[in-house]
């Protein structure tokens, strides 16, 4: 990947792994297996995301799909589910995922690549998912151009549901937070949260926390901070009315998540 100043903490132990240091985005064929590694089977949201889908039946859009933390929980309520994501290497995740999947549960879903913020599906869908606060991952013109397109493919009282990361302006701890996260296959990674109260992007940099010898893969990604009342501005500029937010589980000391029901108004 080009190269991206990494800050903090995590910038500094980059600089330490010198030319072993392989950066990654967390999207790329590396990056991707790292995710989902960490966070494939994460639960948070999918219970209070599936209780608004039940509310609306039919087939489901679920974007920015990933290797398909949501996508396989819809398929299980026995939904249609188109998967899209930019991501080749996600989706080939996601693929592998389907393929151990009973056959009559994977044969419902259809997996795109393609970008969220500009796609064309021929078709319309009573609802549509982007969770995981990946509206966060697009600018406000990729936001723009991504609620046109979700307009485009919103059947007339149909549900846009949508998670987003609101940040404390409050805070006034230290900018960087390191967590350690565990996989269930015993892997240990390092993760860095960079983020400094009133800037738009957080930086998030994974390290695995006992590097073997030799090339060492770390992996980042730049993530919006979108409060949610700016989201709702804009949802209102692109013609959506919102019906319900609600609070999602903390995540960390600083970030609060939150899941927003929409319609498209006429
Ligand atoms: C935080 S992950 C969420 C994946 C999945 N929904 C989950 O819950 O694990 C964000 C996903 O957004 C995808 N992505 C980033 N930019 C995108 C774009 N412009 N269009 C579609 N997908 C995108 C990435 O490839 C990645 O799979």
């Known amino acids: 990947m080009s190269e991206r100043r990494i800050p903090g903490r995590a910038g500094e132990l980059l600089a330490q792994l010198g030319e072993r240091a392989v950066l990654h985005d967390l999207y790329d064929e590396v990056g ?26 039919g087939p489901v859009l679920d974007l920015a799909a990933g290797s398909g933390r949501l996508t396989l ?28 999947a009973p056959a009559p549960l994977a044969e419902r879903c259809t997996v795109v690549q393609g970008d969220m913020s500009d796609f064309s599906l021929h078709r319309r869908f009573p609802v549509i998912v982007l969770g995981t606060t990946s509206v966060s991952l697009l600018d406000q013109a990729g936001r723009a151009r991504l609620f046109a397109s979700v307009r485009a493919h919103l059947e007339p009282g149909g549900r846009f549901l949508l998670t987003t990361v609101d940040a404390d302006p409050g805070y006034t701890g230290p900018p960087e937070i390191e967590q350690t996260y565990t996989t269930s296959g015993g892997t240990d990674y390092r993760i860095f949260d960079h983020w400094v109260p009133g800037d738009a992007v957080r930086t998030v940099t994974i390290f695995p926390a006992h590097p073997a010898d030799g090339p060492t ?48 108004c006429a």
């Open 217 to 264: 893969a770390v992996c980042t990604s730049n993530v919006g901070v979108l409060p949610v009342g700016q989201l709702r501005d804009e949802l209102a500029h692109a013609g959506f009315t919102v019906h319900s937010q609600q609070q999602l589980p903390a995540v960390s000391p600083r970030l609060t998540d939150v899941l927003l029901e929409t319609e498209s």
């Open 73 to 100: 929980p819809l398929l299980a309520m026995g939904r249609e589910v188109t998967a899209l994501d930019l991501s080749r290497s996600m989706l080939a995740l996601l693929r592998e995922r389907l393929a151990q």
């Open 32 to 57: 991707s297996a790292v995710y989902h590694d960490m966070a494939g089977r994460d639960q948070h949201e999918v219970r209070e995301l599936l209780g608004l889908v039940r509310r609306t039946p």
